[in-house]
């Protein structure tokens, strides 16, 4: 199962879509217990996070990236962190919709 991601304008609509590696199960397992967003992106249905909760995540999945040895998790990490890159910005949010 894998979760799409897209970044969205404020009314829904599709600004760009993630075409990176999968991410799925084992991807959401690397979320910190403790983080504020990464931990809460569901793979059953769907979160959305605005530009200030997006900049927190991508923090979060940067400290991940340089805790992890996995090259696979490391290659899903870099190619969304890369993703959202231009998404912090006003009206825009990041979108994780699952199963």
């Known amino acids: 199962m894998a979760i799409d991601v897209e970044i969205q304008d404020e009314t829904g609509n599709a600004l760009a879509r993630y075409n990176g590696p999968p991410l799925g199960l084992a991807f959401l397992k690397l979320a910190p217990a403790n983080g504020a967003c990464f931990r809460f992106i569901i793979p059953w ?30 290659r899903e ?13 006003v009206h825009t949010y990041v979108k994780f919709i699952g199963d």
């Open 45 to 74: 249905g769907d979160t959305t996070f605005n530009e200030e909760q997006t900049k927190v995540l991508r923090a979060e999945l940067e400290a991940v990236a340089r805790t992890n040895p996995d090259q696979a998790r490391l």
């Open 77 to 89: 990490i870099n190619a969304l962190l890369e993703f959202l890159s231009p998404a912090v910005g």
